[in-house]
Nanobody
Framework: EVQLVESGGGLVQPGGSLRLSCAPSGFTFSHYAMTWVRQAPGKGLEWVSAINNGGTSRHYEDAVKGRFTISRDNAENTLYLQMNSLKAEDTAMYYC??????????????WGQGTQVTVSS
């Protein structure tokens, strides 16, 4: 059974940083691309960033380019999202999502339970 467990969310002031982690299990992590998706209160799902299976190809939504960095450690079976210069509009539930294949534009497959990020002074 595929499981994805996010951690690292919390309350941070504008301009601050957080690093989200996602711990996968139930599949061979290094074979699949991964993505982060967020949902702000009262809004729809928003794709944030994606990374291919080997970590050599990364993609970002325009709103987070230059501020967020997606990475993965296949030896440690962990996906990361480093978030810097956080803004109030980054407040959302952040989900780790396994994709159906090794490339970053594959379809969504399995979702984690999410970790809440709140940016507020």
């Amino acid at each position: 059974e595929v499981q994805l467990v996010e951690s690292g969310g919390g309350l941070v002031q504008p301009g601050g940083s957080l690093r989200l982690s996602c711990a996968p299990s139930g599949f061979t992590f290094s074979h699949y691309a991964m993505t982060w998706v967020r949902q702000a209160p009262g809004k729809g799902l928003e794709w944030v960033s994606a990374i291919n299976n080997g970590g050599t190809s990364r993609h970002y939504e325009d709103a987070v380019k230059g501020r967020f960095t997606i990475s993965r450690d296949n030896a440690e079976n962990t996906l990361y999202l480093q978030m810097n210069s956080l803004k109030a509009e980054d407040t959302a539930m952040y989900y780790c999502v396994k994709l159906l294949g090794p490339v970053a534009d594959a379809d969504f497959d399995s979702w984690g339970q999410g970790t809440q990020v709140t940016v507020s002074s």
